[in-house]
Protein backbone atom coordinates (compact mmCIF):
# COMPACT_ATOMS: atom_id res chain seq x y z
CA UNK A 1 0.00 0.00 0.00
CA UNK A 2 1.21 3.52 -1.26
CA UNK A 3 2.01 5.46 1.48
CA UNK A 4 2.80 8.51 -0.57
CA UNK A 5 1.88 9.59 -3.88
CA UNK A 6 4.02 11.66 -6.59
CA UNK A 7 2.94 13.11 -9.73
CA UNK A 8 4.28 10.69 -12.76
CA UNK A 9 7.02 13.22 -13.97
CA UNK A 10 7.73 16.61 -14.67
CA UNK A 11 9.53 19.02 -16.81
CA UNK A 12 11.63 21.82 -15.68
CA UNK A 13 13.92 24.88 -17.44
CA UNK A 14 17.51 25.13 -16.60
CA UNK A 15 18.36 27.46 -13.89
CA UNK A 16 14.63 27.90 -12.48
CA UNK A 17 13.80 26.23 -9.46
CA UNK A 18 11.98 22.98 -9.53
CA UNK A 19 9.13 21.65 -6.93
CA UNK A 20 8.52 18.47 -6.10
CA UNK A 21 5.35 18.30 -4.32
CA UNK A 22 4.77 14.82 -2.20
CA UNK A 23 1.41 13.52 -0.41
CA UNK A 24 1.69 11.81 2.92
CA UNK A 25 -1.68 11.83 3.91
CA UNK A 26 -1.20 8.87 6.19
CA UNK A 27 1.90 9.52 7.64
CA UNK A 28 2.44 9.23 11.23
CA UNK A 29 3.62 10.99 14.36
CA UNK A 30 7.01 9.10 14.50
CA UNK A 31 7.60 9.21 10.35
CA UNK A 32 10.19 10.98 8.85
CA UNK A 33 9.95 12.82 5.35
CA UNK A 34 12.84 11.51 2.73
CA UNK A 35 14.04 12.49 -0.43
CA UNK A 36 16.19 10.10 -2.47
CA UNK A 37 17.04 10.43 -6.00
CA UNK A 38 18.10 8.25 -9.08
CA UNK A 39 20.24 9.39 -12.19
CA UNK A 40 19.84 6.85 -15.05
CA UNK A 41 21.94 3.88 -14.67
CA UNK A 42 22.87 4.75 -11.23
CA UNK A 43 22.03 3.99 -7.25
CA UNK A 44 19.82 5.71 -5.61
CA UNK A 45 21.14 9.09 -4.07
CA UNK A 46 20.17 10.37 -0.45
CA UNK A 47 18.84 14.44 -1.06
CA UNK A 48 17.65 15.45 2.19
CA UNK A 49 14.62 14.27 5.04
CA UNK A 50 12.92 16.25 7.12
CA UNK A 51 10.55 15.49 10.31
CA UNK A 52 8.36 18.91 10.48
CA UNK A 53 10.91 21.57 10.04
CA UNK A 54 12.06 22.90 6.74
CA UNK A 55 15.55 21.74 5.92
CA UNK A 56 18.21 22.56 3.86
CA UNK A 57 21.36 21.38 2.62
CA UNK A 58 23.84 22.01 -0.34
CA UNK A 59 21.66 19.92 -2.57
CA UNK A 60 17.94 21.15 -1.79
CA UNK A 61 15.24 22.58 0.30
CA UNK A 62 12.55 20.58 1.98
CA UNK A 63 9.20 22.04 3.01
CA UNK A 64 7.16 20.42 5.21
CA UNK A 65 3.63 21.41 5.72
CA UNK A 66 1.95 22.13 9.24
CA UNK A 67 -0.47 19.27 9.11
CA UNK A 68 2.28 17.07 7.84
CA UNK A 69 -0.08 15.81 5.03
CA UNK A 70 2.80 16.72 2.07
CA UNK A 71 5.75 17.77 1.74
CA UNK A 72 7.88 19.78 -1.48
CA UNK A 73 11.31 19.15 -2.39
CA UNK A 74 12.98 22.17 -4.44
CA UNK A 75 15.31 22.43 -6.14
CA UNK A 76 17.22 25.85 -6.15
CA UNK A 77 18.55 25.91 -9.74
CA UNK A 78 18.16 22.85 -11.89
CA UNK A 79 20.60 21.87 -13.95
CA UNK A 80 20.86 19.21 -16.53
CA UNK A 81 22.70 16.92 -13.83
CA UNK A 82 19.49 17.41 -12.32
CA UNK A 83 17.01 14.85 -14.15
CA UNK A 84 16.75 11.57 -12.67
CA UNK A 85 13.66 10.33 -10.86
CA UNK A 86 13.25 11.33 -7.56
CA UNK A 87 11.93 9.13 -5.01
CA UNK A 88 9.69 10.51 -2.02
CA UNK A 89 9.83 8.32 0.99
CA UNK A 90 7.95 8.13 4.57
CA UNK A 91 9.68 5.78 7.61
CA UNK A 92 9.86 5.78 10.94
CA UNK A 93 13.71 6.31 12.50
CA UNK A 94 15.77 3.32 13.49
CA UNK A 95 17.47 0.96 11.07
CA UNK A 96 15.00 -0.90 8.29
CA UNK A 97 14.31 -0.92 4.47
CA UNK A 98 13.00 1.45 2.81
CA UNK A 99 9.73 1.73 0.26
CA UNK A 100 10.56 2.93 -3.05
CA UNK A 101 7.71 3.75 -5.06
CA UNK A 102 7.64 4.69 -8.77
CA UNK A 103 8.75 8.57 -8.22
CA UNK A 104 8.58 11.87 -10.27
CA UNK A 105 11.00 11.68 -13.56
CA UNK A 106 12.04 15.20 -13.89
CA UNK A 107 13.24 16.53 -17.16
CA UNK A 108 15.58 19.24 -16.90
CA UNK A 109 15.77 20.90 -20.52
CA UNK A 110 18.09 23.80 -21.69
CA UNK B 1 32.61 10.75 1.17
CA UNK B 2 30.66 7.21 1.91
CA UNK B 3 31.74 4.59 -0.49
CA UNK B 4 29.80 1.71 -1.67
CA UNK B 5 31.12 -0.78 -4.35
CA UNK B 6 29.87 -3.58 -5.81
CA UNK B 7 31.91 -6.13 -7.75
CA UNK B 8 30.12 -5.82 -11.03
CA UNK B 9 27.75 -3.60 -13.51
CA UNK B 10 26.97 -5.83 -15.71
CA UNK B 11 26.38 -10.05 -15.46
CA UNK B 12 25.41 -12.52 -17.44
CA UNK B 13 24.49 -15.92 -16.30
CA UNK B 14 22.76 -19.25 -17.48
CA UNK B 15 19.74 -20.75 -15.84
CA UNK B 16 20.88 -22.79 -13.04
CA UNK B 17 24.09 -21.40 -12.29
CA UNK B 18 25.40 -20.07 -8.83
CA UNK B 19 25.44 -16.49 -8.77
CA UNK B 20 27.26 -14.15 -6.31
CA UNK B 21 27.13 -11.02 -6.02
CA UNK B 22 29.45 -8.70 -3.98
CA UNK B 23 29.04 -5.81 -1.85
CA UNK B 24 32.10 -3.57 -0.41
CA UNK B 25 31.46 -0.62 1.81
CA UNK B 26 33.94 1.18 3.24
CA UNK B 27 32.23 3.77 6.08
CA UNK B 28 31.97 0.81 8.77
CA UNK B 29 28.31 1.34 8.47
CA UNK B 30 26.43 -1.48 10.69
CA UNK B 31 23.55 -1.96 8.59
CA UNK B 32 23.83 -3.28 4.88
CA UNK B 33 21.20 -3.71 2.22
CA UNK B 34 20.11 -5.69 -0.79
CA UNK B 35 17.44 -4.63 -2.84
CA UNK B 36 16.44 -4.98 -6.48
CA UNK B 37 14.66 -3.00 -8.51
CA UNK B 38 12.08 -4.07 -11.66
CA UNK B 39 10.57 -1.67 -14.36
CA UNK B 40 6.84 -0.56 -12.69
CA UNK B 41 7.62 -2.23 -8.96
CA UNK B 42 10.09 0.08 -7.91
CA UNK B 43 12.25 -1.03 -5.70
CA UNK B 44 12.19 -4.26 -3.07
CA UNK B 45 14.09 -5.71 -0.16
CA UNK B 46 15.52 -8.55 -0.41
CA UNK B 47 18.03 -9.27 2.80
CA UNK B 48 19.26 -6.89 5.27
CA UNK B 49 22.06 -7.38 7.51
CA UNK B 50 22.73 -5.06 11.04
CA UNK B 51 25.80 -7.17 11.80
CA UNK B 52 28.23 -9.54 10.83
CA UNK B 53 27.07 -13.09 10.36
CA UNK B 54 23.36 -11.49 11.69
CA UNK B 55 20.96 -11.47 8.39
CA UNK B 56 16.75 -10.96 8.13
CA UNK B 57 14.73 -11.59 4.99
CA UNK B 58 12.90 -8.81 3.28
CA UNK B 59 9.91 -8.61 1.30
CA UNK B 60 11.22 -11.09 -1.21
CA UNK B 61 13.66 -13.19 -0.17
CA UNK B 62 12.84 -16.35 -2.04
CA UNK B 63 16.23 -18.29 -4.08
CA UNK B 64 18.51 -16.04 -2.53
CA UNK B 65 20.55 -16.39 0.43
CA UNK B 66 23.08 -13.72 2.13
CA UNK B 67 26.64 -13.83 3.57
CA UNK B 68 28.15 -11.39 6.48
CA UNK B 69 31.37 -12.91 7.24
CA UNK B 70 32.89 -9.27 7.58
CA UNK B 71 30.89 -5.82 8.43
CA UNK B 72 32.64 -3.93 5.32
CA UNK B 73 30.91 -7.00 2.99
CA UNK B 74 27.36 -8.12 1.78
CA UNK B 75 26.83 -10.78 -0.65
CA UNK B 76 24.31 -11.86 -2.24
CA UNK B 77 24.04 -15.40 -3.40
CA UNK B 78 21.46 -16.82 -6.55
CA UNK B 79 21.47 -20.47 -5.26
CA UNK B 80 19.95 -21.53 -8.80
CA UNK B 81 19.51 -18.86 -10.95
CA UNK B 82 16.46 -17.84 -12.91
CA UNK B 83 15.18 -16.03 -15.68
CA UNK B 84 13.17 -14.02 -13.52
CA UNK B 85 15.96 -13.24 -11.20
CA UNK B 86 16.64 -11.11 -14.59
CA UNK B 87 17.35 -7.25 -12.61
CA UNK B 88 19.09 -4.71 -11.45
CA UNK B 89 20.82 -5.63 -7.92
CA UNK B 90 21.68 -2.74 -5.70
CA UNK B 91 23.13 -2.78 -2.04
CA UNK B 92 22.97 0.03 0.31
CA UNK B 93 24.20 0.78 3.23
CA UNK B 94 23.75 2.46 6.75
CA UNK B 95 24.87 3.35 10.23
CA UNK B 96 23.35 2.26 12.98
CA UNK B 97 21.59 5.40 14.74
CA UNK B 98 21.46 7.33 11.08
CA UNK B 99 18.64 6.32 8.81
CA UNK B 100 20.04 7.74 5.52
CA UNK B 101 20.85 4.47 3.15
CA UNK B 102 24.06 5.44 1.00
CA UNK B 103 23.36 2.92 -2.14
CA UNK B 104 25.84 1.02 -4.71
CA UNK B 105 25.80 1.96 -8.39
CA UNK B 106 23.99 -1.01 -8.79
CA UNK B 107 24.23 -4.72 -10.74
CA UNK B 108 22.42 -5.74 -13.89
CA UNK B 109 21.90 -9.28 -13.73
CA UNK B 110 20.78 -10.71 -17.07
CA UNK B 111 19.80 -14.49 -16.38
CA UNK B 112 19.36 -16.37 -20.09
Known amino acids: DAKTTQPTSMDCAEGRAANLPCNHS???????VYWYRQIHSQGPQYIIH???NNETNEMASLIITEDRKSSTLILPHATLRDTAVYYC???????????FGAGTQVVVTP | DVKVTQSSRYLVKRTGEKVFLECVQD?????MFWYRQDPGLGLRLIYF???????EKGDIPEGYSVSREKKERFSLILESASTNQTSMYLC???????????FGPGTRLTVT
Open chain 2, 27 to 31: MDHEN
Open chain 1, 26 to 32: TISGNEY
Open chain 2, 49 to 55: SYDVKMK
Open chain 2, 92 to 102: ASSSAGVVEQY
Open chain 1, 89 to 99: IVRAAGWGKFQ
Open chain 1, 50 to 52: GLK
